[in-house]
């Protein structure tokens, strides 16, 4: 991974980290998606897939994340 990559993805796992934790679980889901964004970005560089409904399940799936754990208070 060159040095600008390696920036990007350091700079988005800080800023995971410091994210307000909207329920239990939350950074952490958050930061497997961005990092499956960020994988999925680079297969697209070599792999001509429709990378917008890819990032778009992944986004789908952060959300139904948080709908569940706020259900289940």
């Known amino acids: 991974m ?4 390696e920036k990007i993805v350091r700079v988005l796992l800080d800023e ?12 952490e889901e958050l930061t497997e998606a961005m990092a499956e964004i960020v994988q ?7 792999q001509r897939t429709n990378i ?5 399940d992944i ?3 952060v959300g139904t994340f948080i709908q569940l754990k706020e259900d289940s208070k």
């Open 16 to 27: 995971a980290s410091a994210v307000e934790e909207r329920c239990e679980g939350y950074r």
């Open 40 to 46: 999925k970005e680079r297969a697209h560089l070599f």
């Open 52 to 56: 917008v409904v890819e990032i778009s």
């Open 59 to 61: 986004v789908s799936r």
């Open 2 to 5: 060159a040095y600008k990559d």
